[in-house]
């Protein structure tokens, strides 16, 4: 029975009982069984509709985080189109204009239009750079080791920091909310450290293993003392790397102190199919 058929009986089984019983309050007459089975059948009514109701809005926890995370992803990459084609498009255009505008300016006013110019290549390159973080179209094209080096490079070419990325094997044919997994949590540890830990070295390493991708990632700053239940003490950084890696059904292991450095180490399990293939073959003795 659809929600609708089953708010209309219930209305209409609510009418009757409520007719049935002024009728038999007028008539000072005995409450007669049928008035009982009619408001037994009400009641049974609403209580399944009731029952029905609760079971399709109840979710397991891990249904809602991967829901969570689902409509964050998809919210990045609406932002990401908005920018790149929206406020893109207009910045590209005021660009034109005062380039334009440039040429036809006397001597005096060169300068002022000459900063002008500047500032709009430099914040139409700023979205770009928000865009390009927001939504990582180049994890399709370029695949995931290119994507982190380029995310790499750009992101810490102008601080002291030292870092490197390994890969040991080819990355290729990685599924892709498994690479989106990987590249959102090393952009994350990447973010946590360039505004907590001052490190001066980071090792980001990426391994094709028999059960699965391996991440590992290791600086040299500050550290910390990672919470039990990071969302409820306010690291939601490490909170958002649990959920991701959660809704793939892998392991995080997070081991920092005070002083120490931190080194994040995330396994990303082959789905039942690829692990078959990710296996050795059998060697017939």
């Known amino acids: 029975m659809s929600h609708r058929n089953a708010r209309w009986l219930t209305f209409v089984l609510c009418l009757c009982s409520l007719l049935l019983s002024l009728w038999a309050y007028e008539q000072a007459t005995p409450v007669p069984a049928s008035l009982m089975v009619l408001d037994l059948a009400t009641l049974l009514v609403v209580g399944v509709q009731q029952w029905r109701s ?20 998809n919210e990045r990459h609406r932002l990401s189109r908005e920018l790149h084609d929206d406020i893109g498009q207009l910045l ?13 300016l006397p001597e005096d006013l060169q300068e002022q239009c000459s900063l002008l110019t500047n500032t709009l290549n430099e914040t139409l390159a700023k979205v770009r750079d928000v865009s390009a ?55 994350e540890a990447v973010t946590n450290m360039l505004r907590h830990a001052q490190a001066r ?3 980001v390493r990426l391994q094709r293993t028999p059960e699965g ?22 690291q939601r ?10 809704q793939l059904g892998g392991t995080l292991s997070v081991n920092s102190q005070p002083g120490q450095g931190t080194q994040i180490e995330a396994l990303f399990p082959w789905a039942p199919r690829a692990l078959e293939r990710a296996r050795p073959p059998k060697v017939n003795e």
Request: with cysteine.
């Open 237 to 246: 950084g490490m909170a958002g790397m649990s959920e991701r890696i959660d």
């Open 133 to 187: 973080i927001l939504n990582p179209r180049q994890l399709t094209s370029l695949g995931l080791e290119a994507s982190l080096r380029a995310h790499l490079l750009k992101t810490l070419e102008n601080t002291p920091v030292h870092w490197s990325l390994e890969c040991h094997s080819r990355l290729t044919g990685i599924p892709e909310e498994m690479a989106v997994a990987a590249f959102r949590i090393t952009q």
């Open 213 to 234: 991708l391996s991440l590992f990632i290791s600086d040299d700053g500050l550290g910390f003392s990672p919470a039990i239940n990071p969302g409820l003490e306010g």
């Open 201 to 203: 070295n980071l090792l």
């Open 54 to 73: 609760r079971k399709s809005i109840k979710f397991q926890p891990q249904e809602l985080a991967d829901r969570l995370l689902q409509v964050q992803e």
């Open 92 to 104: 590209t255009a005021a660009k034109l204009q005062s380039e334009w505008l440039k040429r036809r």
